[in-house]
């Protein structure tokens, strides 16, 4: 595909916004050597990773305060309920690997024998994403809380520690098996007994489904509108019903916040989005 002048700003901001690692200037230069679209697939599935700074309404399961350890941990708990609750960013509270694993190469997997070195695996086949209590880059601690994200809700799901991430032995720990018992009971709660049901299906490389759909429609609304960025009469039609006048000569660019995929006037600073994410 064709980069025009708009397509290869975002390309180069998505570039220079998205970790990868090994921290290289060789790696750096292969993601620039990619197309645009590719690019963009590879920041999708790297800011999907992150939970988008917006207020939403919280909830907690059973399974969280039937925990033994939720005296212990309640008060961080709430702590955290409490920033998702006013729209504070929970960014302090993931993984450290999520904002240093980006993009990898195809090779530097195969060299690791490891097909989710640059993958979340339990929220891309569950959906859950994981919270230290503590925040920031040390201390973190061995408990984590598992949470699942929409727009409008986080619901506090349940409390495991590490074990809960062993993957590689073939008897599962007991920490993980309560999480696969976890997700089973989430996912048939409004099922008739005996239904059958599909987990969050993913490609053979790891990556959800969804996230490919979701980077095809951007794809598609990107080549539909790019051409006319510099078009008066598409600056009144964004404007049109809007009560922020028309700055004079707006310049407009390509911008991704928290997943939402839109065009950035940046004289003004507002943002017309065209695609909503999924969190």
Not at 46 to 69: C, E, G, N, Q
Request: net charge neutral; hydrophobic share 35%; with cysteine.
């Amino acid at each position: 595909m064709s980069e025009s002048k708009t397509i290869r700003k975002l390309k180069n901001e998505l570039i220079k916004t998205m970790p990868y690692f090994p921290n290289t200037k060789e790696v750096k230069e292969e993601l620039e050597a990619q197309s645009w679209s590719s690019v963009l697939f590879h920041y999708l599935n790297w800011s999907a990773r992150l939970i988008p700074t917006r207020k939403r309404k919280v909830a907690i399961k059973p399974y969280l305060t039937m925990d033994s350890r939720w005296s212990e941990c309640e008060t961080d708990v709430l702590r955290i309920l409490t920033k998702a609750s006013l729209g504070h960013d929970l960014t302090d509270h993931l993984s450290n690997s999520v904002l240093s694993k980006g993009y990898t190469s195809k090779e530097n997997i195969q060299r690791h024998n490891d097909s989710w070195l640059d993958k979340d695996q339990i929220l891309n086949t569950k959906g859950f994403y994981h919270l230290h209590l503590k925040s920031g880059k040390s201390n973190k601690g061995n408990i984590v809380l598992f949470v699942q994200v929409t727009r409008n809700e986080l619901t506090a799901v349940a409390l495991f520690d590490h074990s809960v991430f062993d993957s590689g032995s073939p008897v599962l720990s007991p920490e993980r098996e309560r999480m696969r018992r976890i997700y089973d009971d989430i996912i048939s709660e409004d099922l008739a007994p005996g239904s059958v049901y599909m987990s969050h299906p993913i490609t053979t490389s790891g990556h959800p489904i969804f996230l490919h759909s979701m980077t095809q429609q951007y794809i598609h609304v990107i080549n539909q509108v790019d051409s006319r960025l510099n078009d008066s009469a598409f600056h009144s039609e964004l404007y049109e019903g809007n009560e922020h006048p028309i700055p004079k000569k707006p310049k407009f660019c390509w911008h991704i916040e928290g997943l939402d995929l839109g065009v950035y006037e940046s004289k003004t600073h507002h943002f017309f989005i065209y695609r909503y994410g999924h969190i």
